[in-house]
T-cell receptor, first 113, second 114 residues
Framework: DSGVTQTPKHLITATGQRVTLRCSPR?????VYWYQQSLDQGLQFLIQ???????AKGNILERFSAQQFPDLHSELNLSSLELGDSALYFC????????????FGQGTRLTVV | GESVGLHLPTLSVQEGDNSIINCAYS??????FIWYKQESGKGPQFIID?????DKRQGQRVTVLLNKTVKHLSLQIAATQPGDSAVYFC?????????????FGTGTRLKVLA
């Protein structure tokens, strides 16, 4: 158990809908990262937050947004969902912004039908 | 652009043999590297890391080698076991102006043959 908690584990929704994925980082970790993993693909970096502030962005679609709350948990919002958004979404946390290992949650499997 | 790639998408090794998984990275400014193991249906699990001021680091049954000259990283697993079967990712930690991100390669699937 990495200490990073993601909910829900599975999510099935229809095209055009909006969903929210939640991540609770390890106790004491200030930095949260979101990644998307499509079938048999690598992990694509979406966005990073540190202590409530957005710090780095990857190839995140405009339909996607995220935030980190004062209690350090983070949410990833996906809207106007398309079939191609079906993927595993991982959250990771680390104590600092870089130079240290990031611990991953078990992921949320999103299926858009 | 930023990229971390792997030479071999699938590696099959006999149980008990040593495994070597390779990775090339593109950002010469990256100063920290991690190897992750991902089993089916699970999140990536940290294996070992190395900083750019080192060229070798050893863990339990694993060794990571870093060659900054050719921007190459490798993971060596000694006496490979069935439980080592998984997808292995290398990741580089790069950032500028206080922003950092971990860039992952596409992964190598390691199959351990009994």
């Amino acid at each position: 158990d990495s200490g990073v908690t993601q909910t829900p584990k599975h999510l099935i929704t229809a095209t055009g809908q909006r969903v929210t994925l939640r991540c609770s980082p390890r106790s004491g970790d200030l930095s949260v990262y979101w990644y998307q993993q499509s079938l048999d693909q690598g992990l694509q970096f979406l966005i990073q937050y540190y202590n409530g502030e957005e710090r780095a962005k990857g190839n995140i679609l405009e339909r996607f947004s995220a935030q980190q709350f004062p209690d350090l948990h983070s949410e990833l919002n996906l809207s106007s969902l398309e079939l191609g958004d079906s993927a595993l979404y991982f959250c990771a946390s680390s104590v600092r912004q870089g130079g240290t290992e990031a611990f991953f949650g078990q992921g949320t499997r999103l299926t858009v039908v | 652009g930023e990229s971390v790639g792997l030479h071999l998408p699938t590696l099959s090794v006999q149980e008990g043999d040593n495994s070597i998984i390779n990775c090339a990275y593109s950002n010469s400014a990256s100063d920290y590297f991690i190897w992750y193991k991902q089993e089916s249906g699970k999140g990536p699990q940290f294996i070992i890391d190395i900083r750019s001021n080192m060229d070798k680091r050893q863990g339990q049954r694993v060794t990571v080698l870093l060659n900054k000259t050719v921007k190459h990283l490798s993971l060596q697993i000694a006496a490979t076991q069935p439980g080592d079967s998984a997808v292995y990712f290398c990741a580089e930690n790069s950032g500028t102006s206080g922003t950092y991100k971990y860039i992952f390669g596409t992964g190598t699937r390691l199959k351990v043959l009994a």
